[in-house]
DNA sequence: ACTAACATGTAAAGCGTTACATGATTTA
DNA sequence: TAAATCATGTAACGCTTTACATGTTAGT
């Protein structure tokens, strides 16, 4: 009997490719990237093509996928299509259900800088979360957009639970930003001017 | 006349343990590491020990900061402390002011494992779930605690700004999940009983 | 014909972590 | 005196991106 244990160590980037395998469609590197960007991308970083297609030779590798050449209808150069395999099913199931609860990675550049508030003149700041709210109220519009999109499919349910989830979370992106500026502001009347707001 | 522009091009971060050294202390590479896991973790991500000695020596090969052997009290090993430079005191104070807003970088795990939901039963979504909201509210008090650690010391006013802000996004993302919940809730109601919790 | 966009990959380089090596101090 | 912890690093490895190579299709 073989030890079998760590064949199943991979990394959380392929799950997030075996996972997008694993609706069930024979998908290329190509079409995986794209679909990536429009999904993951809201609360998931996208991975690069390289990195798909590479993601993709090690879940053939690992037995979890299987892949074919195809075609194209006209003199088109061949692709390679990806399709889940029964194990793979098995083993992404199995990863989703029972892998640790990992907290997530953030490295928010934004508020890097704006906790180097002593580097900064008050009305930098404003303009580094000014941007930044800009940022998270396209995301929310766009996870909006894609949620109304995929609304009456049964078959994208969780999905579109979790566009909601990223509705709300760029809408307090967006809001954090803006209590922040009050902040600011507030800190700022406190430095200048006579007095602070703060205290009666 | 050399062209320097491309010895700015630092990670980000370099640009953070940089401005770490930034508040001036003469600080070691044990130093820095417990500090940014006490400060920098609330937004940005803690960088291993290993990376920060490398960061550091490359800091001191761009010329943004200097180091020296100090001996220590009894007869410990001696230690490397760096301190910034005039130099990197100009840089770091330009990357703040001037380097584009870049979106945060988002790794999401657990909302990975729920964009998946067709591979979970409902009461597995709940544990990924709850585990997440225990996590974001240890990480929320943990910010409140050392906002009220330094409310007083005006050096720290605006690394104080930033945990008010990480108070405020832990609080967000404990409540996030509990939205999300009640949203599995729904559809699982849906699905299961009798008619829908959501139309007339 | 030329350019831009689509499409599929490979190669090289850089970022970042884990494991390892070393040694002192404290605690049991 | 043995084990645990603090402390400082180096080495090896793995993840991820950017740059490059190649070829097709569609628009101008």
Same sequence: chains 1, 2.
Avoid: C
């Amino acid at each position: 009997m073989a030890d079998e244990t760590n064949e199943r160590a991979l990394p959380a980037t392929s799950w997030a490719v075996l996972g997008l395998l694993s609706f069930g469609e024979e998908l290329s590197g190509y079409d995986l990237k794209k679909w990536s960007d429009r999904s993951l991308r809201f609360f998931y970083w996208s991975p690069s093509f390289s990195q798909i297609y590479s993601e993709l030779k090690r879940l053939e590798k690992s037995g979890y996928a299987s892949s074919r050449m195809v075609a194209q209808d006209t003199g088109t150069r061949d692709k390679r299509v990806y399709r889940i395999t029964d194990e793979g099913m098995t083993a992404v199931r199995e990863w989703a259900r029972e892998a640790p609860v990992d907290p997530p990675v953030l490295k928010h550049g934004p508020m890097l800088r704006l906790w180097l508030g002593h580097l900064l003149e008050p009305e930098q700041m404003r303009e580094v979360l000014g941007r930044h709210q800009e940022f998270a109220e396209q995301m929310r519009r766009r996870a909006v957009a894609d949620a109304e999109a995929a609304k009456d499919e049964s078959a994208w349910a969780y999905p579109t639970l979790t566009l909601r989830w990223a509705e709300r979370y760029y809408a307090s992106e967006r809001d954090l930003a803006a209590a922040m500026l009050d902040d600011i502001d507030a800190l700022a009347a406190g430095r200048d001017g006579r007095g602070r707001t703060l205290g009666p």
